[in-house]
């Protein structure tokens, strides 16, 4: 094919699109001007092609992406008469060539890789509406044939001679093959376009019975169609049918065959129309193949991946599937130091071990995108095929890559999904399989996990929980209930705890184990835990002017280490105090003692500053973590908010002699360090008593009342005033 000088590859000068655009029209005005059938001039013909190149290029950016306006551009390629083969072969080449160096843009390579994928769509599109079109026009073609071929029967008697010149002109300067055959099958005559389709050698085919052509990949109706035929029950069909040539080789045409009656009516020929589509056959092969293989590894890519799934899940008789979703571990990581040019030799490399260890008959590897690889298995015993196709990945993996001189140890996870065909779709497999592979990533990779589907829901549950986060806020779906702080010397209410809820449209409730880790890893905990600061804030100093004569209630608030590290963290509790008019000495910050092993000075300092403000620091949950008790002397904190697991034991009788030595040396110590004590978990009188003996100063607990609303706290104060 004859093309400019410029190669695909190189840089387009930044002219308008519409200078881009002619320049396309024209390029592909030279490539199929030698061949084209049509009297207009080069000049006519880019003329004529530039509202058909500028249709391609708004194809190729349109969003939701259709190839349809392809399709219309190879049915005007035959409207103008461009019919010869290869008009369109060129026409492909300079669409595959130029049309995204032409009318792509600057982008992303990963916006250019979508881009390469839609231009093999744009020419499928275009080959389809050329040959869709051209055999329309063929069609119209063979219908005025069979008429011609019928007149020239019919009148043969009469005008034998002008009819017989007519018909043997339009029989053998037909660029389709033209076979007569009788009722039979004994083929009586053909012209010189079917004998060239079957290589040029007439006694090859003149004088065969139609009965000797049957082909392998014949469809399973076309002999029955051909039976109904000849004996007159229809008056044609048409199908696709291969045939075999003399050299082996195989025919494809589009076959069309007509039945001949006599005056009576009776049938006596039929009449067979043959148009090669071999070469475009061969087309529609190659873009279907680069549509649904993976370009950098040849594998099958997503697309035919789950045609396959899909056949897979569909299928009947106990039949079950097997599925391994394979990730890489630290491929980011390689990709970054060594480059996206190593990444790929490596991904390659991979997908070949992969192919190679996946050759059991029902087995499948594929790409999925980046560094994630599928493995498919089918059969009645996926159970055990399942976890032997894992094995056998994992060690292909082991043995180092080697890249550039450089050994790399490739590590992967692998999610298995396995079951009966029947019970599930495909998005919903492969859904299972992704989070059990980040299953077996977080228990440290190099390994598979089984899919459970009670982890799947709870997956998928934490994943809509995280992605409805956000909103909830502000719509105020989060609420606060507060737990009283009660003084074990009198039994009076020393303040609350702000505990947060959210009540979601479907789960109901959650308290916050269910989402604070989910806000902590999304960092939404900060806007949240602000949020919660200005409301108990807010409760608090209303508390406080309602109960003026009994001293101020203290409200406790949890930092989570998320905030501890967040800069704004003293400024935001500042604002919030100023705003409100609460006296710093009301607040207490509880931040849980793990946020505060080997915590350094930096750390450190935002408390110190709210602790010289007034701000109460406790250190929650003492004794759950790596206890330095030596550690407390350098920590800003004034209380000591001890863990339930100390004082269950109080709750039985008797009560274990150790746990009250325990509870009673940390007393004694925090107290001799001027720190208060507050117990957790206090559910019985004996229990609340016990703890008032060894010296704690506050507790909380079902024993005295469980979270609730606001009111609930404020009759209890009232309660106490009495």
């Not at 709870?458 to 779906?477: F, K, Q, Y």
């Amino acid at each position: 094919m004859n093309m400019p000088a410029q190669a695909p590859g190189s840089a387009v000068e930044p002219d308008g699109l519409e200078d881009r655009l002619q320049r396309f029209a024209t390029i592909w005005g030279r490539a199929i001007f030698p061949v084209t059938a049509t009297s207009l001039t080069r000049s006519e013909i880019e003329r004529h092609l530039l509202p058909l190149a500028r249709d391609l290029s708004d194809a190729l950016h349109a969003r939701p992406f259709d190839p349809a306006p392809a399709h219309r551009v190879g049915a005007a390629l035959v409207t103008a008469h461009c019919t010869d083969p290869d008009a369109l072969s060129r026409t492909l080449g300079v669409v595959d060539s130029y049309l995204v160096l032409y009318c792509g843009g600057d982008g992303e390579s990963a916006a250019a890789e979508e881009l390469r994928a839609r231009c093999a769509r744009l020419q499928h599109a275009l080959a389809a509406g050329f040959a869709q079109a051209l055999r329309e026009r063929t069609l119209a073609e063979q219908e005025a044939i069979a008429r011609s071929a019928l007149m020239a029967r019919s009148f043969a008697e009469q005008a034998l001679h002008a009819t017989e010149a007519r018909f043997r002109a339009v029989f053998e300067g037909a660029a389709l093959g033209i076979g007569i055959a009788d009722l039979e099958g004994n083929i009586l005559e053909v012209n010189g376009a079917l004998t060239r389709m079957f290589g040029g050698l007439e006694h090859h085919v003149r004088g065969r019975k139609v009965s000797e052509w049957v082909h392998p990949e014949d469809a399973p109706h076309v002999w029955k169609l051909y039976g109904e035929l000849v004996r007159g029950e229809r008056d044609h069909f048409q199908v696709e049918k291969p045939f075999y040539r003399g050299d082996g080789t195989v025919l494809w045409t589009n076959l069309t065959v007509s039945l001949l009656r006599d005056a009576e009516g009776r049938p006596q020929y039929q009449l067979a129309l043959m148009e090669d589509t071999t070469e475009r056959r061969l087309l529609n092969l190659r873009l279907r193949y680069e549509a649904t293989h993976d370009a950098l590894t040849g594998l099958p890519n997503r697309t035919l991946f789950f045609e396959r799934l899909d056949k897979a899940l569909s299928a009947t008789d106990g039949s079950r599937f097997g599925l391994c979703y394979l990730d890489l571990d630290g491929f980011k990581a390689i990709n970054d130091s060594l480059g996206h040019a190593a990444g790929d030799r490596l991904l390659v490399e991979v997908a070949d071990r992969l192919q190679s260890v996946a050759t059991r008959p029902g087995e499948m590897v594929a790409r999925l995108g980046g560094d994630e690889f599928v493995a498919l298995t089918t059969g009645t015993d996926t159970e055990q095929q399942a976890d032997e196709l894992a094995h056998r990945i994992l060690a292909a993996l082991a043995t180092p890559v080697r890249l550039d001189g450089r050994e790399l140890t490739v590590r992967g996870s692998v999610g298995i999904v396995e079951g009966p065909a029947g019970e599930r779709g495909p998005a919903e497999v492969l859904r299972s399989a992704d989070i059990t592979m980040y299953r077996a990533k977080a228990a440290g990779g190099n390994r598979f996990e089984r899919a459970d589907p009670e982890a799947d829901a709870r997956a998928i549950t934490r994943h809509g929980l995280t992605t409805a986060l956000p909103a909830a806020l502000d719509r105020g779906e989060f609420f606060i209930e507060y737990q009283p702080l009660v003084h074990l010397g009198d039994g009076s209410v020393h303040g609350a705890e702000a505990l947060v809820r959210w009540c979601h449209p479907q789960h109901g409730v959650l308290g916050p184990d269910r989402f604070i880790p989910l806000a902590e890893h999304t960092g939404l905990i900060v806007p949240l835990g602000r949020w919660v600061l200005q409301e108990a804030v807010r409760q608090a100093r209303f508390w406080n002017r309602s109960h003026a004569d009994g001293g101020p209630l203290r409200i406790n608030v949890n930092l989570s280490p998320t905030q501890l590290h967040h800069p704004n963290l003293v400024a935001d509790t500042v604002d919030v105090l100023e705003r409100s008019g609460l006296d710093p000495g009301a607040l207490c910050l509880e931040v849980t003692e793990s946020a505060l092993i080997g915590a350094d000075e930096d750390l450190l300092k935002p408390l110190r500053q709210l602790a010289e403000m007034g701000v109460d620091i406790a250190l929650d949950d003492f004794g759950t973590g790596y206890s330095n008790l030596a550690n407390l002397r350098r920590l800003p904190v004034s209380v000591l908010k001890l863990d339930r697991s100390f004082t269950q034991s109080m709750q039985q009788h008797p009560i274990d002699p150790v746990d009250l030595k325990i509870v009673e040396g940390i007393v004694s110590l925090a107290h001799s360090l001027d720190l208060a004590v507050t117990v957790e978990g206090v559910e019985t009188g004996a229990q609340a008593e016990q703890l008032r003996e060894l010296g704690c100063d506050t507790a909380q607990g079902w024993y005295y009342a469980r979270p609730g609303a606001p009111d609930r706290i404020h009759s209890l104060v009232l309660a106490d005033a009495v």
